[in-house]
Structure formats: C-alpha cells, structure tokens
C-alpha cells in the first residue's frame, strides 16, 4: 500500500520556483530518503509535506487523503505529520517526559511517554531538562517527541547533522530500527551520501528542484542514470568504455558488464574505488600509476593515483586494505561488473 505519493509538485518562494515537478511514492512502512546538495530544495520540499508551505501545483496525498494540491490544503495539524528537526528544537525549560509528552492528551501521557523512553533507548532519563543530555540523547528525544501522537509519516530534516561522525553513524542505525519497529512510514532529507546509503529502503537525488534519479540504495550506487548521480552516491570513477558482444572494450582491458542488454553502446563506465586493485609489479590488464595521496580511513585506505595511460581520467580514486607510498608507483586493474552512462 502506498503512504506517500507526491505527484507533480511545483513550489516556489514568492516567484522564484524551487521544486519543479517531484514525483516521489514511499510504500506504507517505508524508510525513503531524499539526497541533495545545499540549496536544491530538500527543506521546501519537507515543508510541503509537512503543510507549512503551499504547493503551487501538482499534489500530495497520505494513505489516499490529498492533502494539498495547489487549490486546496488541509493545515498542517490535522495531517497528522511529525517533523524531527535538525537541532531538535525541545524546549528547554520542560523535562525530557514532558517535552515527549507535550501533543498527547494527559491520560495517555505517561504511559506513552514511558513506552517511547524505552523505545529510544533513554529509559529512566524522563525527569531530565534537556541541556543535561548530550546532543545524541536530545535528538533522541525529539525522535521520541515526534513519535509520541503516532504520526502517520514522520518527516526528518537532517536530524544527525550536528553530531560527530561516530554518533551519527550509530544514531541513525538505531533510528531506522525504532522507525522499523513502530511501522512509521518516514522521510529524511540530507546532503550525506552514507546516511542516505544506510538507512533509506529508497533514495531519491533531488538536484535543482527535480528529481534526477529515485530506486533502492543498490540500484543507485550502482546503477545511477548519470555521471551527476554516480558522484552524488559516492566517489566515482568514470572511464570510456565501448561494447562489444557481452563485453566493454576499456583501458583496463575488457570487462563485463551489468546490463546483459545495455541501452548504450559507449559512455563513460563507472568504477567505484572498491573495483580498482592496486598491485607493486605490473600483471597482465594494469595500467601504471603513479601514487598522488594515500589516506587511512579505518576501514580502508583512500589510494589518489594519476595514471599512464592514455583515455584514463587525470586522476583515478582506488581502495585498498594497505596504504601506498605517496611519490611512488601502483599497478592498477579493474574489476567488472561496469555499468554505462550517458555522456554529461
Ligand atoms: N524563505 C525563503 N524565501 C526565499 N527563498 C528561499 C526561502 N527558503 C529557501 N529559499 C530558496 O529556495 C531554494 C531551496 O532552498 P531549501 O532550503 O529548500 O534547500 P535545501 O536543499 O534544504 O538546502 P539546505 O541543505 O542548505 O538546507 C534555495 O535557492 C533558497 O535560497
């Protein structure tokens, strides 16, 4: 069943348009993620949703109920939306339980407020103020705020921006497990590839107020419609490939492709820097190198390379469980599956 579906949505702030034309469905349950760099028009596009802003044109419908489309919209609080901001925004002068608790009717209110405690790993931490939580536990709170009337979507604007890498990698784990567990269908908008890449079920790139390409985090990773999309997934290296037969003919040699039937018959392919394998000595297929930067990243080494060879972009981007001299020389090769993209 489908709980979000925004079709042809056109908004503007005063008469500078900003979102063109959004089609977005997020199944009932799911966890989508709109991906864009500053500016693009994620928060407008959240603001729609969430009532706060009209749409010009186009619609918007939860669960089958329109709620705005362009004519008409029904006032943010009878949408039954909840909206986690990126600063958290709690009042700072009321408990951890009473800001959780401050939409519910008092007789519910401390048994739900209770539950989401428990649910937001903050049990026991109710009779708190807020500065004296740290930044995770206040987002948590706010999750929990959002959470407590139950809202039918809860929409979430860059909610870990403001916590350290670690924090935000583990808060957004437990976040799209709470989500998972209490059914919320949710929205999060971010700039951030790997938040986007984690924790959506569906990812939409919004670029200029369009949608450029929308699918599971898997299909865009590696399967992206453009060369603007491949980067925005992730760092990209793109290298002139031509097919023939189940083949592309590339620098690397020839490799195998994804598409058993590709729709292009050349453009650049796209080689994510766990597809390059660097060797010392020279081996059938490489390509020398020569090592520009070599940065450890806990989980792998970030290898900079120029390679030379002839067609090779000036600046190839390799992943490595070792690191590299910085000065001296890699042999490089290439590993398919390779996917094909128009040209930019
Ligand atoms: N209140 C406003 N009045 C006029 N223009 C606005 C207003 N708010 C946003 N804009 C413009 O609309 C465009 C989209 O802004 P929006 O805040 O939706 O982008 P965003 O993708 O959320 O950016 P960020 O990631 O920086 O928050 C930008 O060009 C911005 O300058």
């Known amino acids: 069943m489908t709980g979000l579906s925004v079709t042809d949505l056109h908004a503007a702030h005063g008469r500078s348009p900003v979102l063109h034309g959004i089609d977005l469905t997020v199944p009932d349950g799911a966890l989508a993620c709109v991906l864009g760099p500053s500016g693009c028009g994620k928060s407008t596009l959240l603001r729609v949703l969430a009532g706060f802003h009209p749409a010009a044109a186009g619609q918007v419908e939860l669960h089958g109920r329109v709620l705005d489309d362009g004519r008409s919209r029904l006032a943010a609080e009878h949408r039954g939306i909840g909206l986690v901001p990126q600063d958290g925004a709690l009042f700072p002068h009321l408990s951890v339980a009473a800001n959780i608790g401050f939409g ?51 929409l979430l604007d860059e909610p ?153 972009p000036d600046v190839l981007i390799a992943s490595s469980d070792r690191p590299w001299p910085v000065g001296g020389e890699a042999h490089v090769s290439a590993l398919g599956p390779i996917h094909l993209l128009p040209e930019a």
């Open 160 to 312: 870990f921006a403001a916590l350290d890498a670690a924090l935000r990698a583990e808060l957004r784990r437990e976040v799209a497990a709470t989500l998972r567990q209490s059914g919320t269908t949710a929205v999060l908008v971010t700039h951030d590839q790997d938040e986007a890449l984690s924790f959506a079920d569906t990812i939409a790139v919004l670029r200029h107020g369009r949608i450029a390409q929308s699918g599971t985090p898997d299909e865009l990773y590696h399967r992206p419609a453009d060369p603007a999309v491949a980067t925005v997934l992730g760092e990209a290296n793109l290298i002139p490939a031509k097919v023939a037969g189940a083949e592309a003919l590339t620098p690397f040699g020839p490799l195998p492709l994804l598409e058993s039937a590709p729709a292009l018959r050349t453009g650049p392919a796209l080689l994510r820097p766990g597809q390059l394998r660097l060797t010392a000595e020279p081996v059938a297929g490489t390509v020398p190198a020569k090592v520009l930067g070599s940065d450890f990243r806990g989980h792998d080494h970030r290898v900079e390379l120029r390679p030379e060879a002839a067609g090779l």
């Open 104 to 154: 519910l009717p008092r007789s519910q209110r401390r048994a739900r407020v209770g539950e989401l405690l428990d649910l937001v790993g903050l049990p026991g931490l109710g009779d708190r103020r807020p500065h004296q939580l740290s930044g995770g536990q206040q987002q948590r709170v706010a999750l929990a705020r959002a959470l407590a009337p139950r809202p039918r979507l809860l």
